[in-house]
């Protein structure tokens, strides 16, 4: 009996050893990322209805049209050359100016091609802060590319609701041509603004009912139209205009049997197996195998074991270990006695036809009907009711709009699996589509993540982002009996491919 004992002692010592050897070598280096930094391009030269934009020769838009601007894209932190290109028309000299930007890891930038005082084209470089803003404001600076106007004086006067007070008005310190003010924080909702020449006091122009959101970074640009003093507001970042407590509560715990494969990569082991694997030692040595014998079946088996595992399982696992979340787009004018006035209702408001309203994600047979949800009366986000359907956070940018978009889903029901079930099998590459009234959108998985729910990073995945980006949120790891709720979320980083 004491060498039956030792036999099966032996094999789960040389199986453990095994396992964690391969473990360990499967596991592969983390890749050194190099410095990344962001840059975006607009496009406000009059009577030029569109130019190419190149970096360093490459090209990164082949037609931006006049008064648009690009996504921010991304750059190798360093130097580089952006230069725009637009043909010849009626006679006049085709448009290719050109600057040098250098920017450092992490750092994003806006580029903004206007007129001259000659009738040229310049090209003026200017620091983005994609910072979130105190809670509940907004952030907004000006840019100033009127060079008939040495310093551009603002301010921005809250909007007031029927039988409210007046409100005074935030002041934008005066802007040197070709500058960008400071961020100013305001809080969210309508505002008119007003630009002046900070040394003769003339209004330059006016804007009205600008909407200003939550979380919301934006840069008001004075510039020439094709017309006179015109202004554009850019969204520099955008968030979930009210954001969640905590973490999210998407699940009822009908699977919440032991269920821990191993994560590809990981030195976590498989429960499931090594039980298994003692059953299956225990039963050698009651047939009287000897010790060499058996560690050497075991050790077999388990590279057996674990090679299906590998191969069957990866798309079939738990969530990834959890770890803490670092988840993380004219001329110029004179002032004028008879200032142009702007309504800007529009700006910044969300299309609705981008509504999600299905989501599909064809590697993990995930198919499923979008509702919209909100926030509880306690702060924390919504779920579905239906655990068969995903659910859109409509307090934030919709799925392909620039901002965080978030969708939800449970990952069980009482009895069994959910929508989100197979979520945590995502791997990078993986393709998410999203479809609304507008169209499908396509996502690219980039990271998936298992995060604890008692510190989970809200303003990483609700906070302001010039991405057009989508997260996707179920739970996972252990299941809390007492709470009824699952400890942690499993959330999915995915950036927009097309649409």
């Known amino acids: 009996m004491a060498n039956k004992v030792r036999s099966i002692f032996s094999s789960i010592a040389a199986l453990a050893i095994?396992?964690?050897?391969?473990?360990?070598?499967?596991?592969?280096?983390?890749?050194?990322?190099?410095g990344v930094a962001y840059l975006r391009v607009g496009h406000f030269v009059p009577g030029v209805s569109a130019v190419s934009v190149s970096v360093d020769g490459r090209t990164v838009a082949g037609s931006l049209s006049f008064q648009q601007v690009t996504s921010y894209f991304p750059v190798s932190a360093g130097t580089h050359v952006v230069a725009l290109s637009a043909p010849s028309t009626g006679g006049a000299p085709a448009v290719k100016p050109s600057m040098t930007v250098t920017l450092t890891s992490g750092e994003s930038a806006t580029i903004l091609a206007t007129a001259n005082a000659s009738g040229g084209t310049a090209l003026s470089s200017f620091a983005d802060n994609l910072a979130e803003p105190p809670l509940g404001d907004a952030k907004v600076r000006v840019i100033d590319t009127l060079s008939t106007v040495p310093t551009l004086a603002g301010s921005l006067t809250p909007v007031a609701?029927?039988?409210?007070?007046?409100?005074?008005?935030?002041?934008?310190?005066?802007?040197?041509?070709?500058q960008a003010s400071p961020y100013l924080a305001v809080p969210a909702g309508l505002y008119d603004v007003r630009f002046t020449n900070a040394s003769s006091g003339a209004t330059v122009l006016t804007g009205t009912n600008w909407p200003v959101g939550v979380a919301t970074v934006a840069s008001i640009v004075v510039l020439k139209g094709s017309s006179g003093p015109t202004?554009?507001?850019?969204?520099d970042a955008v968030g979930a205009t009210t954001m969640p407590a905590g973490g999210v509560d998407t699940g009822a715990g009908g699977m919440a049997l032991p269920r821990v494969p191993r994560q590809?990569?990981?030195?976590?082991l498989d429960l499931t197996l090594v039980l298994a694997l003692i059953v299956g030692a225990a039963i050698l040595a009651r047939r009287g195998q000897k010790p060499g014998r058996l560690a050497a079946a075991a050790c077999v088996t388990g590279l057996v074991a674990n090679g299906c595992a590998n191969q069957t399982a990866q798309r079939n696992t738990t969530p990834p270990p959890t770890t803490a979340v670092g988840l993380g787009p004219a001329a110029k004018g004179a002032a004028s006695s008879n200032p142009v006035a702007i309504d800007l209702s529009g700006a910044g408001t969300a299309d609705a036809s981008n509504q999600p309203e299905r989501i599909a994600i064809p590697s993990v047979g995930i198919d499923a009907p979008i509702v919209n949800l909100g926030r509880k009366p306690d702060g924390t986000m919504q779920v579905p009711s239906d655990f068969g359907v995903a659910g859109w956070y409509d307090l934030g940018p919709a799925p392909g709009e620039p901002g965080p978009a978030v969708i939800v889903g449970h990952v069980d029901s009482y009895r069994g699996p959910a929508v989100f079930w197979h979520l945590s099998e995502l791997r990078a590459g993986d393709r998410v589509e999203v479809t609304s009234a507008h169209g499908t959108e396509t996502f690219e998985v980039e990271k998936v993540q298992s995060v604890a729910k008692d510190v989970f990073p809200t303003a990483e995945v609700f906070g302001p982002t010039q991405a057009r980006e989508l997260w996707l949120i179920t739970c996972g790891g252990s299941f809390d009996y007492s709470t009824g709720h699952y400890l942690n979320n499993t959330v999915v980083l995915a950036g927009l491919v097309s649409g």
């Open 18 to 34: 095994l396992l964690l050897f391969v473990a360990t070598a499967a596991s592969p280096p983390a890749a050194a990322s190099a």
């Open 161 to 178: 609701k029927p039988n409210d007070p007046a409100r005074d008005p935030f002041l934008v310190p005066g802007t040197p041509e070709g």
């Open 231 to 235: 202004l554009e507001v850019l969204k």
């Open 264 to 268: 590809p990569g990981s030195t976590e």
